[in-house]
């Protein structure tokens, strides 16, 4: 970690004055989201290069002090590199001065530890060095795992969205206890980028056997014609104990180096957890608490398989033909097109896919099956409104009895509500905001927003255009 102080201009002389009592200004310090920088390179010579692949963190000021500022300093510049080799760090600290004005002056070297901790190197030269001293890290760091195979198709990943260009043949998915020393080193280099790119993450315990890496490597012959091993990304599992005597796998952590986001490896990894799933018979497979971006990925591959899955085909299309019966959208009482519980059931005993994420699924199986598209789309948006209705409101949404009051929040304004039930309306003392259409506006926002994404899935999965 370099620091330097850049030469201040020479002060101008001027005639003295008369001396006055006064403040000296109160520092209110700079956020470090505006003057930290953050590169991922893969070699030497993309260090100091202002065009190399800057990474946007989730958020850098929760690592510095309460208010996420830092303060003493004037001219503060911070740039740091991260090795995509190693997964070493060098920050590069610049700054006109340094003054203490009431707030202290930050200490720049611990609160950068708390995110790199080791990986961080103080000499730029050392952190050059490992560009060729540890250029076999990622190679060494698997050598102990276990290599998992992969359906392919034409030599290529089969995936949702065709974006995928690398052969099968050059990708690997490594699977690794984290209680062994080998997967614990690793990890305690990948723990920054978790922290600055994989919001509200918190590390793992290297020392519990129950969790597992499944770590993405793609090989490729350098200019020497030596194999390199290049760590495309990860996701860390773990194995919860279900009675009696089966397993169920909890998605806790998932991380695609930005560098290769957006080109299908998301998918590629996805599949094959599923397919451990699948081969190993847990129970079923889940994801903790799933960003958008992921659970976009996870449901267009879990399409895939209910596609294929010929035990269910009966139900999707006699779902679809109950709709196209028609004009649910002027009926009082629609139904919500559930499946059956045993159709449930059969899709987690064999495809691990549990029912929450089933049923989302679900509505978009019928969409898949509804032609023409436009002339049931009032009745399908009908379908999805009354179960976005039941899932705020409840079943019994339709009661009187039950209020929504719009409550102002710093997280979201427009979107924030209380409800509550009252035994007698007329009688209770509360006064209840009876702005009706403003509560159905939030609901029908809802609405378009997962009518939206449903579209947008359909058109990734289906093989004709919808």
Same mark, same amino acid.
């Given at each position: 970690m370099g620091q330097k102080k850049n030469p201040s201009a020479d002060p101008v002389s001027e005639p003295k004055k008369r001396r006055r009592v006064g403040f000296s200004d109160v520092d209110e310090g700079v956020e470090a989201n505006q003057c930290?920088?953050?590169?991922?390179?893969?070699?030497?010579?993309?260090?100091?290069?202002?065009?190399?692949?800057?990474?946007?963190?989730?958020?850098?000021?929760?690592?510095?002090?309460?208010?996420?500022k830092i303060y003493g300093y004037q001219g503060l510049k911070i740039t740091i590199w991260i090795s995509s080799?190693?997964?070493?760090?060098?920050?590069?600290?610049?700054?006109?001065?340094?003054?203490?004005?009431?707030?202290?002056?930050?200490?720049?070297?611990?609160?950068?530890?708390?995110?790199?901790?080791?990986?961080?190197?103080?000499?730029?030269?050392?952190?050059?060095?490992t560009f060729s001293t540890e250029k076999d890290f990622s190679r060494s760091a698997v050598s102990?795992?276990?290599?998992?195979?992969?359906?392919?198709?034409?030599?290529?990943?089969?995936?949702?969205?065709?974006?995928? #260009?690398?052969?099968? !043949?050059? @990708?690997?998915? $490594?699977?690794?206890? =984290?209680?062994?020393? /080998?997967?614990? &080193?690793?990890?305690?280099?990948?723990?920054?980028?978790?922290?600055?790119?994989?919001?509200?993450?918190?590390?793992?315990?290297?020392?519990?056997?129950?969790?597992?890496?499944?770590?993405?490597?793609?090989?490729?012959?350098?200019?020497?014609?030596?194999?390199q091993h290049?760590?495309?990304?990860?996701?860390?599992?773990?194995?919860?104990?279900?009675?009696?005597?089966?397993?169920?796998?909890?998605?806790?952590?998932?991380?695609?180096?930005?560098?290769?986001?957006? #080109?299908?490896?998301? !998918?590629? @990894?996805?599949? $094959?957890?599923?397919? =451990?799933?699948?081969? /190993?018979?847990? &129970?079923?497979?889940?994801?903790?608490?799933?960003?958008?971006?992921?659970q976009h990925v996870r449901t267009c591959v879990d399409i895939q398989h209910l596609l294929a899955f010929e035990p269910i085909q009966h139900a999707i299309n006699s779902a679809v033909s109950h709709l196209k019966q028609g004009k649910l959208s002027k009926k009082i009482l629609a139904p919500r097109f559930v499946p059956l519980a045993s159709t449930v059931?059969?899709?987690?005993?064999?495809?691990?896919?549990n029912k929450k994420q089933f049923l989302q699924c679900w509505e978009i199986l019928i969409y898949l099956r509804l032609d023409p598209v436009d002339k049931y789309m009032e009745d399908y948006t009908t379908i999805i409104s009354n179960r976005v209705r039941e899932d705020i409101l409840g079943k019994d949404s339709g009661s009187t009895n039950k209020r929504i009051m719009d409550v102002p929040s710093s997280y979201d304004p427009e979107m924030s509500f209380v409800m509550f039930k009252s035994q007698n309306v007329e009688t209770s003392g509360v006064q209840m905001d009876e702005n009706q259409p403003s509560q159905e506006e939030q609901l029908k926002q809802l609405v378009d927003e997962r009518i939206k994404e449903i579209k947008l899935i359909a058109q990734k999965v289906s093989p004709l255009p919808v």
């Open positions: 930290i920088k953050i590169y991922l390179v893969s070699s030497k010579e993309e260090v100091g290069v202002s065009d190399s692949f800057s990474i946007d963190p989730v958020d850098l000021n929760s690592f510095f002090d309460e208010d996420g080799i190693s997964f070493h760090a060098f920050a590069d600290i610049t700054f006109q001065s340094t003054s203490d004005r009431g707030k202290g002056i930050t200490d720049l070297k611990s609160a950068l530890q708390r995110i790199f901790a080791e990986t961080l190197v103080e000499n730029k030269d050392d952190f050059l060095q102990s795992g276990e290599i998992l195979q992969h359906k392919v198709s034409n030599g290529h990943v089969t995936h949702c969205n065709n974006n995928l #260009k690398a052969a099968a !043949s050059d @990708l690997e998915v $490594v699977r690794m206890v =984290v209680g062994n020393m /080998e997967a614990g &080193h690793l990890y305690c280099r990948l723990i920054p980028l978790v922290l600055l790119l994989v919001d509200g993450s918190n590390p793992i315990d290297v020392t519990d056997p129950r969790w597992e890496l499944y770590i993405l490597i793609r090989k490729k012959m350098d200019q020497q014609g030596d194999i290049r760590l495309l990304g990860f996701t860390a599992i773990y194995r919860f104990y279900h009675y009696p005597d089966s397993t169920r796998m909890r998605l806790s952590q998932i991380l695609i180096l930005p560098p290769y986001q957006r #080109k299908g490896y998301g !998918s590629f @990894l996805t599949e $094959v957890l599923s397919n =451990v799933a699948v081969a /190993e018979n847990v &129970h079923d497979f889940t994801v903790e608490e799933p960003l958008d971006s992921f059931e059969e899709v987690r005993k064999v495809l691990k896919i």
